[in-house]
């Protein structure tokens, strides 16, 4: 399998409930990113791992909890979530230099969530 | 905070027509990446420019970075109902820590049979 691998495509939770999105990338990329797309929203930044090291947006709720456990895996924990937090989530994988430039990214079809 | 404006958000035309979309900024931009994305899918990427003036070609697909930097335009010359789709542009800021794009808003583009 090759390219960004997203699960699940489609989630459904409510308020309380925990769950987690996962991604996976096979194209030895290393550096990985979550970003929110919501409608009529430019794509929102919201954790970066980017070799071997995590930059935080500030500005993501504590809700949302990543963790990145290797250079091929990226989760996404989430909990106690809020119906605004219903949108796409995509994952995103790409190949940066030291230097910090950085070739385009490699989406996954994102996860495509909803919270009632 | 840097942004990327792209205009028109909207833009729907006949197959044939000629298109262009821009995408601007007050802020410098080490490089500037082009996506298209379709309805349920992630943004693929179709171009990435480097160099103030840089123009690169992909078929009917024409991009080109502003001199400053700070800019971008996609030129789409005699449009098919295939290239209809959310067109993202994307910058890297100058002082690039962890690697993060900027996006613009995006524009849906529908190309009518």
């Known amino acids: 399998e090759t390219g960004v691998t997203q699960t699940p495509r489609h989630l459904v939770m409510g308020m309380t409930n925990k769950k987690s999105l996962k991604c996976e990338q096979h194209?030895?990329?290393?550096?990985m990113y979550w970003y929110k797309q919501s409608a009529k929203k430019p794509l929102e930044l919201m954790f970066v791992?980017?070799?071997?090291?995590?930059?935080e947006n500030n500005s993501v709720p504590s809700r949302f909890s990543p963790e990145c456990p290797n250079s091929s895996h990226l989760f996404l924990h989430l909990h106690t979530l809020q119906p605004e937090d219903s949108a796409l989530y995509l994952c995103?994988?790409?190949?940066?230099?030291?230097?910090?430039?950085?070739?385009?990214?490699?989406f996954g079809s994102g996860t495509r969530l909803t919270v009632v | 905070t840097q942004l990327l404006e792209q205009s028109p958000q909207f833009l729907s035309i006949q197959e044939g027509e000629n298109l262009t979309v821009y995408c601007n900024s007050s802020?410098?931009?080490?490089?500037l990446q082009w996506y298209r994305q379709e309805p349920g899918e992630g943004p693929v990427l179709l171009v990435t420019?480097?160099?103030?003036?840089e123009v690169k070609k992909l078929k009917r697909l024409t991009f080109q970075f502003g001199d400053a930097r700070k800019d971008s335009s996609l030129h789409i010359t005699a449009a098919q109902p295939g290239d209809t789709g959310l067109y993202l542009c994307?910058?890297?800021?100058?002082?690039?820590?962890?690697?993060?794009?900027?996006f613009g808003q995006g524009t849906e583009l529908s190309v009518k049979p």
């Open positions: 791992y980017s070799l071997e090291e995590r930059v």
């Open positions: 194209l030895g990329h290393n550096a």
């Open positions: 802020s410098v931009f080490s490089s």
């Open positions: 994307a910058g890297a800021p100058t002082d690039n820590q962890g690697g993060k794009l900027i």
């Open positions: 995103a994988s790409s190949q940066r230099r030291e230097t910090g430039e950085l070739y385009g990214y490699t």
């Open positions: 420019v480097v160099t103030g003036g």
